[in-house]
């Protein structure tokens, strides 16, 4: 725990122990009627959040930053940091990557100025450099490397960078969610427009990129619009041919309006440096129709060939006579299907990987000559084989948080839900509330459409409900002598109010930001809904405790997919908890019941003041605990032990799958046994 969240906690304990001291001082001299049980839950909570909201306010104002160039700096030492454990996790732990050449594909027309004809990882770099301007398109066959030769440009350039220099930023392509939404039939915005001018397309990619910027790093609005305004950002995007269902992208394509606003993007009156990584025949299908990246050098990874394969596996090996069988099968039948299986860095890292995993004992696991079997005869074979044999070591290999073990057949099922879950997503283009849903990213507060997009909120819904009316009920239990002439009537206004309010919260915590039509609003009326809908701020009423969400974000947060969730959560429970203490003491004075209703009051509290991102996990977890979608109750505990296992890696705010490869074997249920 570092010293910010550990200076957290101790002012929260600090907050709470004053209250508890308050109360213990004056509640003994203290009699039956003299203390107001509303007025003293609201003053001493209120307190609590004042004090706490307002620390948190002089820290945040305590470390702004105004300088650019210094904040540029800051953010390029975040990058490095978490792009360095990035390419760790994409190389399989080890540090070696292989040196892939490439060479230069030029486009129709408008290419950029001092592209070499060839080049090598080793060397992308001093490659890059040379361009007119900074654009490269990088493409490359599935597992070609596309993604770790950008990691590589990436870092060089950052601990090459110079003060004035931007800071290169990897997002991903699926995730550009500023974009109009086209009609796919006829490649129109709904706003009906074609194409984007200069000054709209770079308020696109400006808004978007800031957006990464405050999710991903944390990052101040108003310091990303700053580094963006100033040319200090490079982006660095992954994926281009992940933004839509498919793998031939036509003219009413994302992929294609993403090119159209990047060609209009510059910074004053030269074209924005930028670097971009697509798949070779999604990009091919894309120049077929007149579009390609302008002013850019394209670049494509070759395959590596049985040498290069030779030399990687002899370099990264620890016993190489072990793989004396596969060397000779490779040099003598470089055309054969094992040759073929293994001509991308993907695979051979998964190959070495699997084949040196070793018993506690010493032992081996596996032998390489198993590549070798008869069975092995197609390209599909050797990548079922290997891809199990690494989830199977994988789950072995690895324990839980508390020293257990999962069944590989558990982790295959559970990471087959959002592999499938994505790859819907990329098949159909799938969009809720005009934002079209990922097909790479698992973001823990957006994977609800998962269970559908009414079920969460109608599941949602009744938790509120039932909750609100079980603390009513208790409320007016212990308030029993109050209740004689009450009579069904106002029981049942009580309930619908109380329902009303439950429906409200479920609502707008859930669409907030998506706004999606409710279930309850005709189709036809679902454009003056959508319209009439605006976004608001997370916990609106709750100014404070709003901004201490935002403050509680960065604390949380290394790039940490939990971090926009736990800053829902811990101050809906520490609240909760305050408002439980305070108002079992006061009403346990006042009438003597002071346990359940304080429990009740203070879960009541804690679920009613659940931010929206809490409410969207929680929604997605009461969704998922039976059934062919049934995922663990601690889902994120169970992705951050699939990090460390090599399965999923982080990317920002997002856990993605560690190879795109892989993601689609999970999806697929012909690989589930």
Not at 116 to 134: D, F, N, T
Request: proline letters at 6%.
């Amino acid at each position: 725990m570092d010293m910010r969240r550990a200076a957290a906690w101790f002012w929260a304990f600090v907050c709470v122990a004053i209250i508890g001291v308050v109360a213990a001082w004056a509640a003994p001299g203290l009699e039956r009627g003299d203390v107001d049980p509303l007025s003293a839950v609201i003053a001493l909570a209120g307190l609590a959040v004042a004090v706490w909201s307002g620390w948190m306010s002089f820290r945040g104002l305590r470390h702004q930053e105004s300088d650019a160039v210094a904040m540029a700096s800051q953010l390029a030492r975040a990058v490095l940091r978490a792009e360095t454990g990035a390419r760790v996790q994409l190389l399989g732990g080890d540090g070696i990557a292989i040196d892939v050449p490439f060479v230069f594909r030029p486009g129709a027309a408008r290419n950029a100025a001092g592209a070499a004809v060839e080049g090598r990882l080793s060397e992308v770099v001093s490659y890059y450099r040379r361009l007119r301007p900074g654009r490269l398109v990088i493409t490359g066959a599935p597992g070609s490397g596309k993604t770790v030769l950008a990691l590589e440009l990436l870092l060089a350039l950052l601990e090459e960078r110079q003060p004035e220099d931007p800071v290169p930023v990897r997002m991903p392509l699926a995730s550009w969610d500023t974009l109009p939404v086209l009609d796919p039939g006829t490649g129109t915005s709904t706003r009906g427009e074609i194409a984007l001018g200069p000054d709209e397309a770079v308020q696109v990619v400006r808004a978007w990129v800031c957006r990464h910027l405050v999710r991903s790093y944390r990052m101040r609005p108003a310091a990303a619009a700053a580094l963006m305004d100033a040319g200090l950002i490079l982006p660095v995007l992954d994926g281009l041919d992940e933004m839509d269902a498919g793998d031939m992208p036509g003219y009413g394509s994302r992929a294609r309006q993403a090119l159209d606003v990047l060609n209009v993007f510059q910074h004053g009156r030269a074209k924005a440096g930028l670097v971009l990584t697509c798949r070779s025949g999604e990009y091919q299908a894309l120049e077929a129709l007149d579009v390609w990246a302008q002013d850019a050098a394209r670049v494509e990874i070759g395959q590596v060939t049985p040498t290069e394969a030779s030399v990687f596996i002899q370099g990264r090996v620890g016993n190489t006579p072990r793989w004396l069988e596969v060397l000779d099968a490779l040099d003598q039948a470089p055309s054969s299907p094992l040759a073929q299986a293994l001509t991308t860095p993907w695979r051979l890292t998964v190959a070495v990987t699997v084949y040196e995993q070793r018993h506690y004992t010493g032992a081996y696991l596996h032998s390489p000559q198993a590549l070798l079997d008869p069975s092995l005869a197609t390209d599909r074979a050797v990548r079922d084989h290997l891809l199990g044999l690494y989830l199977q070591d994988a789950t072995a290999r690895h324990r839980t948080p508390r020293g257990g073990v999962y069944a590989p057949a558990q982790v295959r099922a559970w990471l087959g839900v959002l592999a499938a879950y994505l790859n819907t997503n990329a098949v159909t283009g799938r969009t809720v509330a005009g934002r079209t849903l990922s097909s790479t990213d698992l973001v823990l507060h957006e994977l609800w459409p998962l269970a559908g997009s009414r079920r969460p909120r109608i599941t949602y819904f009744a938790f509120l409900a039932a909750l609100l009316l079980t603390t009513t009920t208790l409320f007016l239990w212990t308030l029993g002598a109050e209740l004689a002439g009450s009579n069904t009537f106002d029981a049942a206004l009580t309930a619908a109010v109380i329902i009303a309010v439950a429906f409200w919260l479920a609502d707008s915590r859930l669409l907030r930001e998506w706004r999606e039509t409710p279930w309850f609003v005709p189709a036809a009326l679902a454009p003056a809904w959508r319209t009439s809908r605006q976004p608001r701020s997370t916990l609106a009423p709750f100014s404070s405790l709003g901004e201490f969400e935002v403050v509680l974000a960065v604390m949380f947060s290394d790039r940490d997919p939990r971090a926009l969730v736990r800053a829902d959560i811990v101050p809906a429970l520490l609240l909760g908890l305050v408002f439980g203490a305070v108002t079992g003491l006061s009403f346990g004075l006042q009438w003597g019941h002071s346990t359940v209703l304080g429990f009740a009051i203070g879960l009541t509290v804690g679920a009613v003041t659940l931010g929206d991102a809490g409410a969207r996990y929680v929604a997605l977890l009461l969704c998922t605990r039976r059934g062919p979608q049934a995922l663990p109750w601690r889902l994120d505990r169970f992705l951050r032990w699939a990090t460390d296992a090599g399965l999923v890696r982080r990317a920002g705010i997002a856990y993605q799958f560690r190879h795109r490869e892989l993601q689609d074997w999970l999806a697929d249920p012909a690989n589930h046994p």
